[in-house]
């Protein structure tokens, strides 16, 4: 076991590599407590590893992806932690160019590497052979009750890699939030294909796997989300998903997706949960069949790995009272002959989505 422990008013941190009887059947254990300066409340305790994507053949050869794994969070001092994740990786970057070629899949096409970074891309902690940059910060307002007044700022830990594929540098950022909120983001930034004079628009499309594990593996409830609006009344509608299924996305109608245990409920008897709630600015579709979606919902099977394959997965399995995954799918747009500010090399565009937990806490999180 090794012990850090990191200044300047962040709380120590524990670091535990997998062996037998470690905490983590792969990779590395990670325990983070908040707050960071004062008496610890929530606490985090996940796993981190770096695996290959399986090529077309199955075989574990292709691009690396960072892979957060058996994460549980302790909402409050004296509560007993609860399981939240399976695992949780980025599984495809698709670039699709507008004219139609190329179209690259840069994490199952290719066998790119997770880069080790320096001290200026990571100041902080850097994890895996450098490969992982661990940050713990401020993350602004958190609340602020107007009657009393009194507020509270919050805090993350943040993980994130850098994946080199070509001309095109992919960040893989996860943030674990004092509230036990997840923030998940995938970043791009490099030269354009052809050089700083080629104005060809493309897509990066970011796909991720969610294995949400609440309260445990199994028990899982599915339901989708939507509002519809008409004069003054707003009319809420959820629907219960019975079998493994696409889920269209609706701006207009705040489309999400929760999925609660009925292994467990807090204090004020309600089912706990976590709700996948989409930040996207667009929703394309190509032609490829996995892009028909932006969300998909499947039985856990730990073989289904790849993007592409999701069509395949969908074989009316029961997600009722079962193991699910979550797929989620987002994309930032490079547009026709881009703006200068792109020229040399792109800055970062991100794409983002949470999950937010429900009914995890018996009240708001950190209230006296």
């Known amino acids: 076991m090794r012990r850090l422990l990191v200044l300047g008013g962040v709380a120590a941190f524990v670091l535990r590599a997998a062996a037998a009887g470690a905490a983590c059947s792969s990779g590395t254990e990670l325990i983070q407590d908040f707050p960071t300066s004062g008496g610890a409340v929530s606490e985090w305790k996940l796993c981190y ?35 939240v994740l399976g695992d949780l ?4 970057i698709f670039v699709p160019y507008n004219s139609g070629g190329p179209r690259f899949t840069d994490l199952t096409g290719f066998d790119f590497d997770l880069q080790a970074l320096t001290t200026t891309e990571c100041p902080s902690t850097r994890l895996s052979g450098n490969r992982i940059c661990k940050e713990v910060s401020d993350r602004d307002l958190a609340w602020r009750d107007p009657d009393v007044p009194i507020a509270r700022r919050g805090e993350r830990l943040v993980l994130w890699s850098l994946l ?42 970011f ?10 593996a199994g028990g899982d409830t599915v339901s989708v989300s939507n509002q519809s609006f ?13 079998t493994e299924a696409g889920v269209p996305w609706s701006a207009a109608g705040f489309t999400d997706v929760e999925v609660d245990d009925n292994a467990r409920t807090n204090a004020n008897g309600r089912l706990t949960g976590y709700a996948l709630k ?31 394959g999701l069509p395949g997965y969908l074989d009316r399995e029961s997600v009722e009272n079962q193991d699910v995954v979550l797929w989620y799918l987002d994309t930032h747009h490079h547009e026709q002959n881009m703006r200068d500010e792109d020229r040399d090399t792109v800055p970062v565009l991100w794409t983002t989505f949470q999950l937010v937990p429900q009914n995890l806490w018996n009240g708001t999180p950190f209230y006296p």
């Open 230 to 242: 008409g004069g003054k009344s707003v009319r809420e509608k959820a629907e219960v998903l019975s």
């Open 164 to 205: 080199n594929a070509a001309n095109y540098d992919y960040v893989m950022y996860y943030a674990f939030y004092d509230d036990g909120t997840i923030e998940v983001r995938a970043g791009s930034t490099g030269r354009k294909l052809g050089g700083p004079d080629d104005t060809e628009g493309h897509e990066h499309v």
């Open 207 to 216: 796909a991720w796997r969610i294995n949400l594990d609440v309260a445990g």
């Open 89 to 92: 990786r980025l599984v495809e």
């Open 278 to 308: 989409p930040l996207r600015s667009g929703l394309p579709k190509f032609r490829e069949p996995w892009t028909r979606y932006p969300i998909w919902v499947t039985r856990n099977h730990p073989n289904e790995l790849r993007a592409e």
């Open 49 to 83: 590893d770096i695996q290959r994507m399986p090529d077309e053949s199955g075989s574990p050869t292709a691009s690396e992806t960072l892979i957060l794994s058996e994460a549980t969070f302790r909402p409050g001092a004296a509560a007993t932690p609860v399981s």
